[in-house]
């Protein structure tokens, strides 16, 4: 298990929470790691990184981009969702890591420089990246990789 900081633990929560909205079904860690690490992901966040470099944020869309939520209390021991109980504690398994790390790596050998974990959570928290990882999930799903035999 790894822990990252505050700005990226909050983009992954996030892709977790928008794609058990859209899907009715939280993805587990092991199907986050799979698209992170996906060429595709691993492109278009560089693509997105490339662009958000070119338009930066102005104060206050810093600002509500971290912001907390609205706190909520909820507890519901029977039909809470166990599934992701770690993640919401800041732990993450190591598969996420490697993730974010070969998008690290593409974005820098695109971009000419490393990205910054924060510009890395902005990109993942766009609304065009959160579907785009939301749809390879739900593909994913629907077409199962058939182990080897």
């Known amino acids: 298990m790894i822990k990252f900081g505050d700005s990226t633990t909050t983009a992954i929560l996030m892709v977790m929470r928008f794609a058990g909205q859209a899907t009715g079904t939280e993805p587990t860690q092991q199907e986050i790691a799979a ?3 996906s060429y595709f992901t691993i492109d278009e966040v560089t693509n997105q990184l490339n662009y958000l470099r ?3 944020q102005d104060d206050e869309e810093a600002s509500a981009s971290f912001a907390a939520p609205r706190l909520t ?3 519901n021991l029977t039909g ?3 599934r992701n109980s770690l993640a919401r504690a ?3 398994i190591e598969a996420i890591g490697e993730g974010l790390e070969a998008i690290r790596k593409h974005a820098r050998a695109v971009l000419g420089t490393e ?3 924060e510009e890395i959570t902005r990109s993942l928290m766009s ?3 959160l579907s785009e990882l939301k749809n390879q999930i739900v593909y994913a799903r629907r077409h199962p990789r058939r182990s080897a035999t």
């Open 35 to 37: 698209v992170l690490k």
């Open 115 to 117: 990205p910054s974990d």
């Open 80 to 82: 809470a969702s166990h």
């Open 54 to 56: 070119h338009r930066p």
């Open 90 to 92: 800041g732990y993450f």
């Open 73 to 75: 209390l909820r507890i």
């Open 127 to 129: 609304s065009f990246i």
